[in-house]
Nanobody, 125 residues
Framework: QVQLEESGGGSVQAGGSLRLSCVGS????????MAWIRQAPGKEREAVAI???????TYADSVKGRFTISQEYAKNTLYLQMNSLQPEDTAMYYC???????????????????WGQGTQVTVSS
């Protein structure tokens, strides 16, 4: 059974930084595409950072140059370093995993099969 658990959310002022972590279990980490997906109230979900099974990384335009996705296979852990946070980054952030070979365009639509429970990020101006 695939399980994902996020941590690291919180409240920061604009311009601040946070690092999110996601520990996975119940699957072979390297065989899954991993993603960070966010959803704000009243808005559609948005995949902000994706790393596929070959290690290829894709970012949403809204976070390019500010967010960095990385993973540590030995710990089955996915990270999202978020710098220069802005109020529009406020959302629930989810870690997601999918065993399929999703293209970047597909993945940005956040169709991932397995999701964690989410961690809240709030950025104040």
């Amino acid at each position: 059974q695939v399980q994902l658990e996020e941590s690291g959310g919180g409240s920061v002022q604009a311009g601040g930084s946070l690092r999110l972590s996601c520990v996975g279990s119940g699957y072979t980490y390297s065989e899954y595409q991993m993603a960070w997906i966010r959803q704000a109230p009243g808005k559609e979900r948005e995949a902000v950072a994706i790393i596929d099974q070959d290690g290829i990384i894709t970012y949403a335009d809204s976070v390019k140059g500010r967010f960095t996705i990385s993973q540590e296979y030995a710990k089955n852990t996915l990270y999202l370093q978020m710098n220069s946070l802005q109020p529009e980054d406020t959302a629930m952030y989810y870690c997601a995993a999918d065993p399929r070979d999703l293209s970047a365009i597909q993945a940005l639509g956040a169709p991932h099969k397995y999701w964690g429970q989410g961690t809240q990020v709030t950025v104040s101006s």
